[in-house]
């Protein structure tokens, strides 16, 4: 069974860096992708980044592009979100997502079968 842990999230300050991490198990992660999405109260879950796991190629929300930074440990099994530049409007809780089909250039949630629970990122202004 694939688990899917978050953790890193916090308060922030505007302009400030957070790096989130996504521990990820129950099997190999070969051909899968791996995604970040976020949800604001009141709002509809949105995609982020997402990266290949096999080959580390990535793709980013318009939204974040030039400030958020996916990256994957093979050795660690782990995911990570380096997330600089924060702005009020990035508040949102954070889910690590995975997808067995490998779709890291689909923004789409309904595409990834396996959710965390999310971590919370709050930024002030």
């Known amino acids: 069974q694939v688990q899917l842990v978050e953790s890193g999230g916090g308060l922030v300050q505007a302009g400030g860096s957070l790096r989130l991490s996504c521990a990820a198990s129950g099997r190999t992660f070969s051909g899968y992708a791996m995604g970040w999405f976020r949800q604001a109260p009141g709002k509809e879950r949105e995609f982020a980044a997402a990266?290949?796991?096999?080959?580390?190629?990535?793709s980013y929300a318009d939204s974040v592009k030039g400030r958020f930074t996916i990256s994957r440990d093979k050795a660690k099994n782990t995911v990570y979100l380096q997330m600089s530049s924060l702005k009020p409007e990035d508040t949102a809780l954070y889910y690590c997502?995975?997808?067995?089909?490998?779709?890291?250039?689909?923004?789409?949630?309904?595409?990834?079968?396996?959710w965390g629970q999310g971590t919370q990122v709050t930024v002030s202004s």
């Open positions: 990266i290949s796991w096999s080959i580390g190629t990535t």
């Open positions: 997502a995975a997808d067995p089909d490998g779709n890291w250039y689909m923004p789409m949630k309904n595409l990834y079968d396996y």
